[in-house]
């Protein structure tokens, strides 16, 4: 689990590509790898990946085809600065929201306003993304743990949501440098879906609880 903090800046190296089946991406990332072992967790732009390699100050993942085709992580090219944050560690503050590295769709940066010495950025979101998206409710974009400040009604065509950027997202995230028509990797609220989720179960007609009443049945 992270937590959407972001800890550093890194650097892609190389990306070497099988097709459309799987990558290996190999970064620079002085403070990331420090205490990174072999098989540990750390969210690139918001993905959740694993650890495969680790030499000095560099380290590689390994990406399969359905993270290359559901996220900007199959655009990325030597050069190229990433959104880094290591696993939360259990007992550790819970800074951002609860952020699975599961990225759920790609949105478009529309349009930046400078509102003094904050910026306000809005993103057009997929259709089926949307309903996930309230006002005041939390929103990972690249890896960053972001309040939505307004959102589209219900009936827009092309959805929209808006976030508001202080001085130090700017300066220590990749946000600070998008322009319009750059894409984000978009992490919704979990408890959005998992809420849809079993509202649909119980519009279905599903019995509550009735894996528990079989085992208990069972258990007679």
């Given amino acids: ?20 089946t ?8 002085p403070a990331s790898t420090e205490g990174l072992a072999l098989g540990g967790s750390i969210a690139v732009n918001g993905v959740c990946l694993t650890a495969t390699a680790i030499d000095g100050k560099e380290f590689s993942v390994d990406v399969m ?22 696993c939360v560690p259990a007992g550790g503050r ?11 769709g790609v949105g478009v940066l529309l349009e930046r306003e400078p509102q003094g010495n904050w910026e306000r950025l809005r993103f057009g979101v997929p259709a089926n993304l949307a309903r996930y998206i309230a006002e005041k ?12 400040t307004a959102v589209s009604p219900a009936a827009e065509q092309e959805p929209w949501f808006e976030v508001g950027l202080i001085p130090t997202t700017l300066a220590e995230t990749g946000l600070g440098t998008k322009t319009a ?8 609220d979990v408890l959005a879906k998992y ?20 085992i208990a049945g069972g258990a007679k």
């Fill in 94 to 104: 819970l800074d951002g929201h609860v952020v699975q590295g599961h990225v759920d």
């Fill in 181 to 188: 028509g750059s894409r984000v990797n978009l992490e919704v």
């Fill in 1 to 20: 689990m992270f937590t959407g903090i972001i800890a550093e800046q890194g650097q892609v190296l190389s990306v070497e590509r099988d097709g459309n």
């Fill in 22 to 29: 799987s990558a290996i991406v190999r970064l620079h990332a």
């Fill in 137 to 148: 409710g939390s929103i990972a974009i690249d890896g960053v743990s972001l309040t939505v």
């Fill in 65 to 86: 085809g359905e993270t290359l085709v559901r996220s900007t992580i199959g655009e990325l090219t030597a050069g190229d600065s990433v959104n880094l944050e290591r």
């Fill in 195 to 214: 809420t849809e989720r079993l509202l649909a179960f119980r519009d279905a007609g599903a019995p509550a609880g009735s894996g528990e009443a079989a």
